[in-house]
């Protein structure tokens, strides 16, 4: 069988996170939601860490499911962060490892700032950094959010962002993170394939978008997120100009994290326009071993 007509027997999600970052569900829990569902090729790209590529992978194992291993690293251009994904790469590359643990020590250092302003605020930020020390994932602002919900600080976590957490925000703190290129040559030296995620969530112009895709090419990025959860019809559209535009792969992810949002659900077919060449057709043989 043909590549291309494999393609099309596939239900692919290359972009999910677990409860080791900002997820809900445990890996295990999270392949085997999947498997429910239908999906058949699944990477597992939280942020930050792999700590959950392991479990991940057994439980796929033994559904059938052909597992894909990934990451979702934090990386900055022009002072704007971007999300990179991992995708392929080897868990126990030693370099790897190293920058992901300092990116865990930047990730619970912003989180004491931003407790610690958020206390200045007259707020509890001591409780509220214990509750999100007390998730098991590297901490995160959707981590604060919730915590914020349950103290009955806001009531919902989009509020806990638009009054504190969002740029420009009282106890916004941004991370210092690795270039852009940097990132990129991390991913491909631990034998993987470096995808840019979510291209229209980032406040860019149409010229800044092109550029930073540009330096992206130029860096070794091989792909772009063409379609990802919650993206309408537009979304894909552009994503698609800009992967021919500068000759990169396309990749497909609902971005999951909790079955309580709907907009991004496991199990719904993700179509790479037909003019885009999957980033998966390369690594076909790799995908269809589980």
Known sequence: ??????DGLLNIDLHTHSN???????????????AAAGVSVLALTDHDTM??????????????????????????????????VGLWIDPADR???????????????????????LAKLGLPGVALLAAVEANPGLPTRAHLANAMVAAGLVSRPDQAFRKYLAAGKPAHFASEWPALAEVVQWIRAAGGV??????????????????????????????????TGGNGAQHV????????????????????????????????????????TP????????????
């Open 95 to 117: 370099s790897l490892c190293s920058a992901l643990e300092s990116q865990g020590e930047r990730r619970r250092e912003r989180m004491r700032k931003i407790c610690a302003h």
């Open 20 to 34: 080791c970052s900002d997820g809900v569900l445990t890996p295990g829990e999270l392949v085997a939601r999947a």
């Open 1 to 6: 069988m043909s590549g291309l007509a494999l």
């Open 194 to 227: 470096a995808v840019l995620a979510h291209p229209s969530r980032y406040a860019l112009s149409a010229g800044a978008r092109r550029r930073l895709l540009t330096d992206f090419s130029t860096a070794g990025g091989a792909a772009l997120e063409v379609v």
């Open 237 to 276: 559209e552009a994503g698609t100009a800009l992967a021919l535009q500068h000759g990169l792969m396309g990749s497909v992810g609902s971005d999951f994290h909790d079955p309580a949002h709907t907009w991004n659900p496991l199990g719904r077919y993700l179509k790479l326009p037909d003019c885009v």
């Open 51 to 84: 700590t959950g590529l392991a479990e991940a992978q057994q439980r796929a194992a033994g559904l059938g499911v052909r597992f894909v291993p990934g990451v979702e690293i934090s990386a900055s251009w022009r002072a704007q962060a971007i999300h990179v």
């Open 279 to 290: 980033v998966w057709r390369s690594y076909i043989t790799k995908a269809a071993t589980p």
